[in-house]
């Protein structure tokens, strides 16, 4: 069964950086869709951005909130995917979620990891 | 961005009841729609995707319908292990967006 794991979470201070990493088994990363959700405590899900697979070139989006600040790089030799996250706020704390989801009408490959904790505080 | 409105935010039933949860897009997502169950410390898990289809393995107790703006999930009789929050998830177009949540309790 897909496999997604993330690593890298924890406190980092208004301002600072963080890098999260998220590696994949049992499939083989650069043939998906990759994204990054987060979920702040006690609150609902926020979508972060998504890097396309190896046959659209690997382009990504973000969203509003995190563009210009957050960047998706993968390393297909290592299965892994990783956020960049600079110029961090409090309102950056989260679990975030390295995620599969591509879904058509009649298809869905959606499989999430168990999600890293980042705490944005002084 | 597709905004997505939930209701309700949260709701108590009995086991056996049936349970009902409306989303609705500020915009035309076809069938471009999935429903997500999490319970507590968990990732979410899909439930059903392009509006009505039921992913492998979840119970036939669940189920979608709807399209265009105006979508509905129905537990057609709550058991215990179904006490967690369910969201809605639009994905015709990015930003993927999520609705705010149903939580759902046995009364």
């Known amino acids: 069964e897909v496999q997604l794991v993330e690593s890298g979470g924890g406190l980092v201070q208004p301002g600072g950086s963080l890098r999260l990493s998220c590696a994949a088994s049992?499939?083989?990363?650069?043939?998906?869709?990759m994204d990054w959700v987060r979920q702040a405590p006690g609150k609902g899900l926020e979508w972060v951005g998504r890097t396309r697979n190896k046959g659209n070139s690997y382009t990504t989006e973000y969203a509003a909130s995190v563009k210009d600040r957050f960047t998706i790089s993968r390393d297909d030799s290592k299965n892994s995917l990783y956020l960049r996250m600079n110029s961090l706020k409090t309102e950056d704390s989260a679990v975030y979620y390295c995620?599969?989801?591509?879904?058509?009408?009649?298809?869905?490959?959606?499989?999430w990891g168990q999600g890293t904790l980042v705490t944005v505080s002084s | 961005d597709i905004q997505m409105t939930q209701s309700p935010s949260s709701l108590s039933a009995s086991v056996g009841d049936r349970v009902t949860i409306t989303c609705q897009a500020s915009q035309d997502i076809g069938n471009y729609l999935n429903w997500y169950q999490q319970k507590p410390g968990k990732a979410p898990k899909v439930l059903i995707y392009g509006a009505s289809n039921l992913e492998t393995g979840v119970p036939s107790r669940f189920s979608g319908s709807g399209s265009g703006t105006d979508f509905t999930f129905t537990i057609s009789s709550l058991q215990p292990e179904d006490i967690a929050t369910y969201y809605c998830q639009q994905y015709e177009i990015l930003p993927l967006t999520f609705g705010g949540g149903t939580k759902v309790e046995i009364k």
């Open positions: 049992r499939f083989t990363l650069s043939d998906h869709y």
């Open positions: 995620a599969s989801l591509y879904c058509t009408t009649t298809t869905c490959f959606n499989y």
